[in-house]
């Protein structure tokens, strides 16, 4: 909590820096020389003339000078010049927090408490125990009925479950970031050295070297092909490379990826096109042309009596996504959505469609919009009308696949009782008690469980906590890690629940805690605030996966 505080006291605030003159640095304005011209001396000149004459025996060797006050001068004047560089190189960071965050903003909206204090009431989210899993093929809706915080089934914890995070009672009342030791360099080497580490002239080095792996000309956000130049760095060929190495692209894609160059990162990454770059176009050609057909064969079907009902479910929660960002309230985007969840439903019969699996591909749509965009154009409330038919396809067929992949690394947490949800709750639960055991013991005293906020945390991600622009930032790094999304994340949410560990305790009551869980200020979180989050997470990560029980 401290470290957060002393990042925190590095944010930009209102108001400029006062330039100190001294008598060898004087202001570099020309001054008007009205003697010259032969005019007369203007006010100002009098007044400079006088002031002048005033001071012309300030270097008298003979008067004597109080050394307190020089002292205070003089520190002073060495704390003006560090303010000065501070906020140069304040500058420098928010260009490359500009260069990383994605330009979608939400509406303001002034009733964020009001909104909390109705979903804290009507829970309108699928609550635990209470969730609608729609399967396609049965064109059943299985409901479970119980309390406004029943549990879930029981599922057993064993067998092929992820790694539980234990770890000696010694690390039981820590708050602050641990130290990670770890004999692997190159996982160490994604860490930032320190809390500027993401933040400095290392950055445009990756960046450099995310273009050069990925083929792309520094000034361009088109992906390359085989057989074209758009975006390729064309006049040196030396410098693209025909096989990008992955580990390498992990690394540097870790800590952000600049946001003209996140698309094609994010295929890569997602495993949707192949690192080879020889074979990038003929992939895509033929999963955009598989991804058409299958919305010509199943999308039909929609009104099926086997289906409808899935149907019905994707069209009403559709709705209700961003509703503060004006984009998905496109009757085009939506209709877009409604053949992406629906094609995957019927395609994952396993687990059919759930709510909360609609939220995950906001972010995949997003980011390849954004290539058809210009950068001065906000993607919150674009006009998808605006572009041509072909690119609006491209977008939808690259969402679908990349959610698809995202989603067959956590499909258990979606299918019948939901195991890989509580096993991760679990998860969360036993690593709070081993970090923040007083954190812990707040909300044994005040009634309050892990399922009862974790588990939307788990169900969609914590993209109902961040802001989506946070969101797309915080995807970079679970691409990049692997087993992000199905691991990684369980260190997210604990690293997330640590930041609010001061003020949940300050909370008396349980409604309180919940009304502060379900409300956490978050919404003007940027690149530096997803950097310590996940800071955070790697270390505990690195500290408590793999440890034994007991």
């Known amino acids: 909590m401290q470290q957060r505080n002393n990042w925190a006291q590095n944010a930009p605030m209102p108001g400029s820096v006062r330039p100190v003159y001294?008598?060898?640095?004087?202001?570099?304005?020309?001054?008007?020389?009205?003697?010259?011209?032969?005019?007369?001396?203007?006010?100002?000149?009098?007044?400079?003339?006088?002031?002048?004459?005033?001071?012309?025996?300030v270097w008298d060797a003979g008067v004597s000078v109080d050394d307190d006050l020089v002292l205070t001068s003089a520190?002073?004047?060495?704390?003006?010049?560090?303010s000065a560089i501070n906020n140069t190189n304040m500058a420098a960071s928010r260009t490359n927090e500009d260069q990383i965050m994605p330009n979608c903003q939400p509406v303001p909206s002034k009733n964020n408490k009001v909104q909390a204090m109705q979903r804290l009431a009507t829970q309108r989210e699928p609550i635990p125990g209470v969730v609608t899993a729609v399967?396609?093929?049965?064109?059943?809706?299985?409901?479970?009925s119980g309390t406004m915080y029943p549990r879930l089934p029981e599922v057993s914890l064993g067998g092929n479950r992820p790694n539980v995070p234990y770890a000696s009672n010694s690390t039981a009342n820590s708050t602050t970031s641990l130290s990670v030791t770890t004999s692997n360099p190159s996982v160490t080497s994604i860490m930032p050295k320190s809390p500027q580490g993401w933040k400095n002239d290392g950055d445009m080095s990756r960046f450099a070297r995310l273009r050069r792996m990925l083929g792309i000309r520094p000034n361009s956000n088109v992906y390359?092909?085989?057989?074209?130049?758009?975006?390729?760095?064309?006049?040196?060929?030396?410098?693209?490379?025909?096989?990008?190495?992955?580990?390498?692209?992990?690394?540097?894609?870790?800590?952000?990826?600049?946001?003209?160059?996140r698309p094609l990162a994010w295929r890569i990454l997602s495993g949707y096109i192949p690192p080879n770059l020889d074979r990038r176009e003929a992939t895509l050609k033929r999963k955009r042309e598989e991804y058409w057909h299958y919305v010509e064969q199943y999308f039909h079907t929609r009104y099926d009596e086997q289906h409808q009902v899935t149907f019905r479910q994707i069209h009403i929660d559709i709705p209700r996504m961003c509703p503060l960002i004006p984009l998905f309230q496109q009757k085009l985007v939506q209709e877009i959505f409604e053949r992406v969840l629906y094609i995957w439903a019927i395609r994952h019969p396993a687990s059919g469609y759930v709510q909360g699996i609609n939220d995950l591909v906001t972010p995949f749509f997003v980011v390849f919009l954004s290539e058809y965009i210009p950068d001065d154009v906000e993607v919150g409330t674009f006009d998808v009308?605006?572009?041509?038919?072909?690119?609006?396809?491209?977008?939808?067929?690259?969402?679908?696949?990349?959610?698809?992949?995202?989603?067959?690394?956590?499909?258990?947490?979606?299918?019948?009782?939901?195991?890989g949800i509580q096993r991760k709750v679990h998860n969360l639960q036993e690593l709070m008690r081993r970090v923040d055991k007083k954190l812990y013991e707040h909300f044994e005293t005040h009634g309050v469980e892990f399922l009862q906020f974790a588990f939307r945390w788990m169900n969609n991600l914590l993209m109902r906590e961040i802001p989506l622009r946070a969101t797309i930032r915080l995807w970079d790094t679970y691409l990049s890690e692997r087993n992000g999304f199905s691991q990684f994340h369980t260190y997210v949410c604990g690293a997330f629940l640590r930041l609010w560990s001061r003020q949940l305790q300050s909370e008396k009551d349980f409604q309180g805690i919940m009304l502060l869980l379900q409300n956490l200020p978050t919404q003007s979180w940027n690149d530096q605030q997803i950097c310590e989050l996940t800071a955070d997470a790697y270390s505990l990560m690195q500290v408590f996966h793999g440890a034994k029980i007991g």
């Open 224 to 261: 390359p092909t085989s057989n074209s130049s758009d975006g390729s760095d064309s006049g040196n060929n030396s410098s693209v490379e025909t096989v990008v190495n992955m580990d390498e692209l992990r690394k540097d894609c870790w800590l952000g990826i600049p946001h003209k160059i």
């Open 385 to 419: 009308a605006q572009l041509e038919r072909k690119c609006m396809e491209v977008v939808e067929a690259d969402s679908f696949w990349c959610v698809s992949a995202l989603l067959d690394t956590i499909q258990d947490n979606y299918t019948f009782a939901q195991p």
């Open 135 to 144: 399967t396609p093929a049965a064109g059943t809706v299985t409901t479970a």
């Open 75 to 82: 520190a002073k004047v060495l704390e003006l010049h560090a």
């Open 22 to 57: 001294g008598a060898q640095y004087p202001p570099l304005q020309k001054s008007t020389d009205n003697g010259a011209a032969g005019g007369s001396p203007t006010k100002t000149d009098m007044k400079f003339k006088n002031y002048e004459n005033s001071v012309s025996d």
